[in-house]
């Protein structure tokens, strides 16, 4: 594991280049601090964002709740998909289109967007983007296993 201290003097853990990551230290902490645009310009070095056209981090955890950092190139996506969790997203830098069956929807920088449960969802990235992206399930829910492929 390769862990790197942001400008701020926080630490998070990310793998060596080429590396698949296996423990998510940071995940055990009761108490997360994110400096985003650090972890942001981390996953911008990610393998996976040339094969993959993303790349992402889990910050948080929980069995109802999970919070991920993606890095989208131009041009990249995340395929269709559906959760029975509650949804943001909240375009950090960039701007995103947010495919929604009814039609989709711009999500320029700084600008959130909420979804129920149960609403099929896509993403594109028509430029650099950074999204944060919030999953909240319901108590009665199924979790983790339905959650989207990022």
Known sequence: MATMQTSSGDWFVRP???VVRVHLDHLRDPVGRFDLPAMERELR???AL???GHSAMTLVKYPDLRVVLIFFRSGGSLAESSTDARISLQTLRGHLEL???DGP???P???LVTL???T???VRAPTESALLLTLSWPSNASRPETAPDV
Do not use: K
Request: net charge negative; proline share 8%; glycine share 30%.
């Open 50 to 52: 040339a094969s993959e």
């Open 105 to 107: 929807i711009d999500i």
């Open 120 to 122: 099929g969802f896509g």
């Open 45 to 47: 070095g990610d393998v």
């Open 116 to 118: 129920e449960g149960g």
């Open 109 to 111: 920088a700084g600008h």
């Open 16 to 18: 060596a280049p080429g």
């Open 99 to 101: 495919r929604l069956p």
